[in-house]
């Protein structure tokens, strides 16, 4: 098991928004969290990733205690977050942006190998190296979401998590982000993917959870999760209105 | 050969992360769907969020057959209807019928599950399935079918009843696996033998039973009549059906679907969990459930959990086959008794059929005990004197075994009426 998390509480000042979250992610498998806004799917992975102080629960990263470490700390271990809304360094270049995401690399005394990093997250993205020295600012939306997943990448993570990587793209954009994560996990990586758009997530995911103000109330695999009436209804947009009633 | 090795094969550590996110997400889904378990929690001021290991489960309350039934038809759904693909009601062996539902989903892992238990004892996608258990309600025909279908094998859907035919379609359609209760598979292999049929030229290899008690001698009698290797599958339509436990070809303890169900021992006089390894009361919660979840449901089924590690190279846990029912328990001059007991020591006797009924009385103010056994007829053309050394032996036995005195009465075979179904052991005439 790469991720396991027992009975997680967290949130803002006096505002609980986790209760009591119990998840795991196991190597090589996509997990998806689904719920809708506000459930507390981005506090969580900011929570694992150290972004936000837990208030009780355990989280071992590869059977490491990792509650108290510092965001650093986890990126050293090898648990990347993707942002929710890429959060790329617009004044800088493209090839900037990614080169501070090997910084862990480089700390490991392995930065020879980031060139090589490098050089595979433009084999992944090719559309990066033809903006390899362009402001990252400049970048389309899915672009930049690109950049932010080469930025994590460049860490060598053995965790990748990302928030919300489809938000405010255009559908044949997701499709692209959608098949990219895919194929990350089919070359061995493991991705715990937070979305609300529930189908696409679903789509490419092993299994999922179902968080619902705090709580999770379903664990399922992902086929399940798309034939299961309740997620149609809440996330998948099924209207069960217009349905017969008994 | 396994099924789902990825599942049947977990590691234990693993298992129980599943089992406790599970758990706290099925919690939090009763909470909120059903106002039988909402309401129960509250009262018991049981906050379905502290919830925080699987030993917490002790703080939940039980849930029983009579909670089922003050809730019929649909009052523990924890779905609306029209999530609804399929409704059954419990068999009703002992009292007014239980009603449960299944979603999609719950239909596919209950195929799943079935399909688990058929692959454990032998069944594969080249076997030709009878199934002789009722397409009803009941639990026992959809069930099976629907397992041994996903597995995909030739599936017959007999049904139950009419022996003869069974035989014969047997025998036509060259059946390999034949799924049943353990009493009707006696029945048939006496009939065939009474047909005069010979066993080598049907097609059978392997039979999956369930649905009522039975012994180990009593498997081994199947297995010699019918030249099969049986295997004994355990499931409760209030928790599922079928495909909550199944034995694999070790046929020592049958393997507990642990990453959908919760299960626990416990005493069934004091609700506490008895020590490691002991007999007590099964209570199972299930942890994938839909439509039907039911939390800490009391089987009234005895057995005791087997945490060994089983050579076949499941992890999951096993249990010991069901010894009877706490409903059955019979108490007897404040001695508790269990049919399964009396079995035992009824089918390691010599000259003894598997055929028996317990009948208690009391006289004045003692209980009575009377145990009828059927008993080859060669028996009664011999001397008296060999019956009632039979019958001292089978006194002396179960004297041993209950530590209380019975009585015994041989009877010619065929005496005992014969069930289609679950056999009828007991009957109970005291007026208590």
Known sequence: ?246 | MYWEAERECMDREELKQLQLEQLQATLSRVYMNVPFYRKKFDEMHVDPDECRSLDDLRKLPFTTKNDLRDNYPYGLFAVPLREVVRIHASSGTTGMSTVVGYTRNDIKNWSNLVARVLTAGGVTKDDVVQIAFGYSLFTGGFGLHYGAERIGASVIPISSGNTARQIKIMQDFKTTALVCTPSYALLIADTIQEMGIDINALSLKYGLFGAEPWSEQMRQEIQDKLRIIATDNYGLSEVMGPGVAGECLQRNGLHINEDHFLVEIINPETLEPVAPGEIGELVITTLTKEAFPVIRFRTRDLTRLMPEPCPCGRKTIRMLRVMGRTDDMLIIRGVNVFPSQIENVLMSVEGTEPHYQIVVDRKGALDEVTVMVEVSESIFFDEMKKQHELIETIKKRLASELSISVQVKLVEKKTIERAEGKAKRVIDNRKL
């Open chain 1, 1 to 246: 098991m790469m991720l396991r998390i027992r009975n997680l509480e967290s949130g803002y000042d006096r505002l609980k928004v986790l209760r009591h979250i119990s998840i795991h992610v196991s190597t090589g498998e996509i997990v998806t969290i689904i719920g809708a806004n506000g459930a507390g799917k981005t506090t969580l992975l900011k929570t694992i990733a150290g972004l936000i102080r837990s208030r009780a629960g355990e989280m071992l990263f590869e059977k490491q205690e990792i509650t108290r470490l510092s965001p650093e700390k986890i990126v050293f271990l090898g648990c990347s977050l993707v942002p929710e809304g890429r959060q790329v360094f617009a004044p800088m270049t493209v090839r900037e942006n990614l080169l501070l995401g090997g910084y862990v690399q480089y700390r490991r005394n392995k930065k020879n190998e980031v060139n090589v990093d490098l050089e595979r997250i433009f084999g992944l993205f090719p559309i990066l190296r033809e903006r390899e020295a362009q402001l990252a600012g400049t970048l389309s939306g899915g672009e930049q979401q690109m950049l932010a997943i080469g930025r994590a990448l460049m860490a060598r993570p053995k965790l990748i998590m990302m928030d919300e990587p489809s938000m405010g793209l255009a559908p044949l954009i997701v499709k692209d982000i959608f098949s990219i994560i895919k194929k990350l996990r089919d070359e061995g990586n493991t991705v715990l993917l937070v979305e609300q758009n529930a189908k696409a997530a679903l789509g490419i995911a092993d299994r999922g959870y179902v968080l619902e103000t705090g709580r999770i109330v379903l664990e399922e695999n992902a086929e399940d999760l798309l034939s299961n009436r309740d997620v149609q209804r809440a996330y998948l947009g099924r209207d069960l209105d217009t349905e017969t009633k008994i």
